[in-house]
């Protein structure tokens, strides 16, 4: 128990450390590896109570109180619970034929269909949209301080791109076309993360399928194109809501393929038995191209068509003979 209570303090101070918000899922995982299903989900209680008791007496301490506060606390504990809900459901659920791949699907699914009823909450919440408008000013006020008396921003009209209500309508735009996506890499890697280090940390190996293996059944083909189709037209004619899951959607599988992708260059930089001299060098070039401008676009598309290409192409399918 004092283990369980360890890493659920060190959870929620990762929570509440800023960037750290990226990770706290990571020791809950460790620990669901080192002590099973139970000691996770006694985890999971404690280190949701810890987080929402430090952020209520840090709402109550500050001016603005929870009649401000009340809208982006709901956010909160909404995040957290489908994030550690998400964690909950990937480790406990053990229907057979329902793999992994498919439980981090299932709960961004349910998590999308949740999120619905809340968004339109907040659509119609004025005191969300007077918070969030004090937010965006500030924010205005603070970039223009910094861009618009800099001579390296003369290009641009600075002060145009940095109002409050275009700098809303461009967050509002990425944040609904990407917040699917963002808890699906998350959970990923928090999963991901926290199976590899727990498993190292009692000796044993990771039941994690390895990169260089990893392959996506044929049919996640049709989520993809059903998608990207959506998101072609969604350019030319606003979609709205189906618009907007049609481009998360479309960057979970484009994701998933280019892990497959991945997975196909490094069976085949194996394969070919390269000098490690000329590994680390095709390592290098693929950085440098992938933190270069416009070019990176093309290797960011590449990667997933390589993953998608195996559907036709059997990269690593083993040959009957040398010949």
């Not at 929570?15 to 899922?25: A, E, I, M, V």
């Not at 990425?174 to 926290?194: A, E, P, Q, V």
Request: hydrophobic content about 55%; proline content about 3%.
């Amino acid at each position: 128990m004092i283990e369980i209570i360890i890493f659920s303090i060190i959870s929620s101070f990762l929570y509440h450390l800023g960037t750290g918000f990226l990770f706290f899922l990571i020791p809950l995982q460790i620990l669901f590896v080192r002590k099973g299903e139970r000691g996770f989900v006694n985890a999971l209680v404690i280190t949701f109570a810890l987080i929402f008791i430090i952020r209520l007496f840090n709402i109550l301490r500050s001016t603005e109180g929870l009649s401000e506060s009340g809208p982006f606390v709901l956010i909160e504990i909404f995040s957290v619970l489908f994030l550690m809900g998400g964690l909950a459901f990937i480790n406990l659920w053990h229907k057979p034929g329902f793999y992994r791949v498919l439980k981090l699907l299932a709960a961004t699914g349910v998590t999308g269909l949740f999120c619905i009823p809340l968004i339109l909450y907040l659509k119609g919440s004025e005191s969300f949209a007077a918070t969030a408008q004090k937010e965006f000013e500030s924010l205005s006020k603070y970039f223009n301080q910094i861009f618009v008396r800099s001579d390296n921003f003369r290009l641009i009209d600075a002060e145009q791109l940095f109002r409050p209500d275009v700098l809303m309508a461009i967050t509002k735009e990425f944040f609904l076309r990407s917040f699917l996506f963002s808890y699906f890499i998350l959970l990923t890697f928090s999963w991901w993360i926290g199976s590899i280090s727990g498993a190292r940390s009692i000796g044993k190996k990771a039941n994690i399928t390895k990169l260089i293996s990893f392959k996506l059944p044929e049919i996640y083909i049709w989520p993809l194109i059903g998608s990207l189709a959506l998101v072609l037209l969604d350019t030319a004619v606003e979609l709205s809501a189906l618009g907007f899951f049609a481009w998360n959607i479309c960057l979970i599988f484009l994701f998933l393929y280019g892990l497959e992708g991945i997975g196909i260059i490094k069976f085949l930089l194996k394969k070919h038995r390269l000098p490690r001299g000329v590994k680390w060098l095709f390592l290098s070039a693929f950085c440098i191209l992938l933190l270069s401008p416009r070019i990176n676009i093309v290797i960011f598309m590449l990667i997933p068509g390589l993953g998608i290409s195996e559907i036709w192409v059997k990269y690593r399918k083993e040959e009957r003979s040398k010949e």
